[in-house]
């Protein structure tokens, strides 16, 4: 009896799931699949494993399906719990991290962004961005009036420096990235303009005063920089070379030569050189991580890179068109700010594959290669889809008891 009420449950709350993010979800997975098998020749020369670096990824994108299909099924308000719990670890693992000499720290592709426990290795990085992404969103949503809002504003603006600064020490991008979500969750939740100009401009400075510190104190001076912003002279030099445009013999310019090569070819065709067909990738140290973008455009040409963009804007324009239905403003805050870190990790991505940005290490969501990258993407996913199945749910039952009241009505004969 319990079993049979429980699937009926289930399948209530399966008529109501959001087509629209599945359907992204796994043209997402699909091509995924098939770019890091072309992309992924390297790893499988060094593996001596034709399938192995794909089975690999194809496993983690397994577990990241059975996860967006069940957390698709919970209440929200599990979500939110679960989001403060997810920020307390990841914040615990950020700071055990810049310990000097931290045995937690792995190297990773000569990054040393991800924790390392009992033979694991994660990015807390990956894990901060979502749960504060849901924090701020459930504390914003706690405000009734303006003056309770600058006070949560003020609340959520410390809570995103103590999480941002220790991402800050080891990627300046993913950094930049989360505080500009932020930032736009603050627009959305309507914080005064006084406030976000403020933040703005002392932003602004900051980062332009910490430029020229690093350029003139230490790059142009040719001094090496220690302690924790050592990497700040990583960061500027790749903005100068970007700006500059200097042919350089190093690792940043020979990956970007190699990309521009990879989107040249695949824009001599519409089609380009069909999957399985690219060259780069044999050059492209990351082809099938950072630049896979570059190996798509190669394969695929404009009509796959178009097909790509537009998959990630349905994203966006599919948050924006459900969360103006949410009577849970939350939940619409919630949706907004995991939209607006795919979408913009993802345009992030690209605009550095084909040239239009300075390398960052962004990985494209969901396509490129890395278990932590993929698991945390199906989890934005499956928040999306959760939040928008519980409200089209809610609505159905809004719609039901409308027109239920309406045949409640009895007749009225007149005489």
Not at 73 to 97: E, N
Not at 199 to 216: C, D, K, P, Q
Not at 384 to 408: F, G, H, K, T
Request: charge should be neutral; proline fraction near 4%.
């Amino acid at each position: 009896m319990e079993n049979s009420r429980f699937m009926d449950i289930i399948k209530r709350k399966l008529q109501y799931v959001d087509k629209t993010y599945w359907t992204v979800f796994i043209l997402l997975v699909v091509i995924a699949v098939i770019e890091l098998f072309s992309a992924s020749s390297t790893l499988a020369f060094k593996t001596g494993s034709l399938l192995g670096p794909v089975w690999h990824q194809v496993k983690f994108i397994l577990v990241g399906a059975v996860i967006g299909f069940v957390v698709q099924l919970f209440p929200s308000k599990f979500v939110r719990w679960g989001g403060y719990a997810l920020l307390g670890v990841a914040a615990i693992c950020l700071y055990l991290m810049i310990i000097p000499g931290s045995p937690f720290v792995s190297t990773i592709n000569d990054a040393e962004r991800w924790f390392k426990i009992f033979g694991f290795s994660f990015q807390p990085s990956e894990l901060a961005k979502l749960g504060l992404i849901i924090v701020v969103a459930d504390r914003l949503s706690q405000a009734h009036d303006e003056q309770e809002l600058v006070r949560e504003f003020y609340r959520t603006l410390g809570l995103s420096a103590f999480i941002i600064f220790p991402i800050l020490l080891g990627n300046l991008s993913t950094a930049l990235l989360l505080g500009g979500v932020v930032f736009l969750m603050w627009f959305l939740a309507r914080v005064p303009l006084k406030y976000l100009g403020g933040i703005m401009a002392i932003a602004v400075i900051v980062l332009v005063s910490g430029y020229f510190i690093v350029e003139f104190g230490y790059v142009r001076a040719h001094r090496q920089m220690t302690g924790p912003f050592k990497r700040a002279i990583t960061w500027v030099g790749r903005i100068d070379k970007f700006v500059a445009d200097d042919d350089v013999d190093a690792e940043d310019d020979y990956q970007r030569n190699h990309a521009t090569l990879a989107i040249a070819r695949g824009g001599a065709s519409p089609l380009g050189v069909l999957p399985g067909n690219s060259v780069e990738r044999n050059f492209l140290p990351l082809a099938y991580a950072d630049y896979i973008f570059a190996i798509i455009v190669e394969e695929t040409g404009i009509i796959g890179a178009l097909a790509l963009i537009i998959l990630y804007v349905v994203i966006l324009f599919r948050a924006c068109y459900t969360s103006s239905k949410y009577a849970d403003y939350g939940a619409m805050l919630m949706v907004m700010g995991l939209a607006l870190m795919l979408t913009s990790q993802a345009f992030v991505s690209m605009a550095v594959a084909v040239g239009l940005g300075p390398v960052t290490g962004q990985p494209l969501p969901m396509v490129s290669r890395g278990g932590t990258s993929v698991l945390v993407t199906s989890l934005y996913f499956a928040i999306l889809m959760c939040v928008s199945r519980e409200q089209n749910e809610i609505q159905a039952q809004v719609e039901q008891s409308r027109a239920d009241s309406y045949e409640d009505v009895p007749e009225i004969e007149l005489e």
